[in-house]
C-alpha cells in the first residue's frame, strides 16, 4: 500500500502524524510527498531520496534498482507506472 500526496514532505510529516500516530510510516510501503499528480500517474518520472540539505530537499534519483526501496520509505515525486520496479 502506498501514500501519494502532492504536499510537501514537512508537511506530510505532521499531518499523518497527528492524524495516525509517530509510526504511521509502518503503515504504507511507500510514501510519495511532492507526486505533481495528476502527472504522477501518467508519467514515468523518477523518484528522489529526501536530502534536507538542498532548497527543495530532492536528492538523488532513484532508479529501478531491486531493493532500491526500503518498506515505509519516503520519496519525493515519482510515477504509479514506477512503482511495480520497486516492489
Known sequence: MFLATNSHEEYMEVIMSH???PDWK???DL???NCQKP????SEQSFFEIDKSTL???GR???SEV???EPGSVLLEGSAS???KYF
Open 26 to 28: 509502518s503503515l504504507f
Open 19 to 21: 492524524t495516525l500516530g
Open 82 to 84: 514506477l512503482l511495480e
Open 67 to 69: 531493493g532500491a526501496v
Open 56 to 58: 527543495n530537499f530532492k
Open 61 to 63: 534519483a532513484i532508479d
Open 31 to 33: 510514501s510519495c510527498a
Open 39 to 42: 502527472r504522477f500517474f501518467r
